[in-house]
């Protein structure tokens, strides 16, 4: 989920099996990803996927994973087995305002850092994982997510979604 507008580039690993099952990015329920983002924009959580999806597009945002494909049993990054890389060099060659790609966790970072390390004008950052099983209190982890605020289109402050969602349109 990119678009001609995405600032920043968040890439997990691989979806897990509730993501898999719904089609949805970050879809576990204990998942803190939209929670961090919710966060990090100063607004209400959306309710709703495709507002969610509305949140991050507004704020400059998109998502894909390091890993095409690969061989893991349940849902835990390091169960990861043969992983083949999707082409993260032909995905950012056609994002122009693209200024930083951030990793959602240490498998991700470990696995997507080198096709990208060296890229000029590009920061690469490596986060805390938004899921269940790392166990660091969200605010630890939000703490960490707000290296991703420069690279953010400006955030409203709290309950302005609409303007958010404005400025996106």
């Known amino acids: 989920m990119v678009d001609e507008r995405t600032r920043v580039l968040i890439l997990g690993s691989l979806p897990g099996e509730a993501s898999l099952a719904q089609a949805q990015y970050y879809a576990h329920p204990r998942n803190q990803f939209w929670r961090l983002l919710a966060a990090l924009a100063q607004v209400a959580l959306p309710e709703t996927y495709g507002a969610r999806l509305d949140m991050l597009r507004a704020l ?32 950012i060659a056609d994002l122009p305002h693209l200024q930083a790609v951030a990793f959602n966790g240490g498998r991700a970072h470990q ?22 099983a790392y166990t660091l209190a969200f605010e630890l982890k939000l703490a960490r997510w707000r290296e991703l605020a420069p690279y953010l289109y400006a955030a409203p ?13």
């Open 111 to 132: 696995l997507g850092t080198p096709s990208l390390a060296g890229r000029r004008r590009l920061t690469l950052l490596s986060l805390p994982s938004s899921s269940p």
């Open 157 to 169: 402050g709290p309950d302005r979604m609409d303007n958010l969602l404005r400025a996106h349109i």
């Open 60 to 91: 400059g945002v998109g998502l894909w994973d390091v890993v095409g494909s690969a061989e893991r049993v349940g849902s835990l990054d390091g169960a990861i087995r043969r992983p083949i890389a999707n082409r993260l060099d032909d995905l």
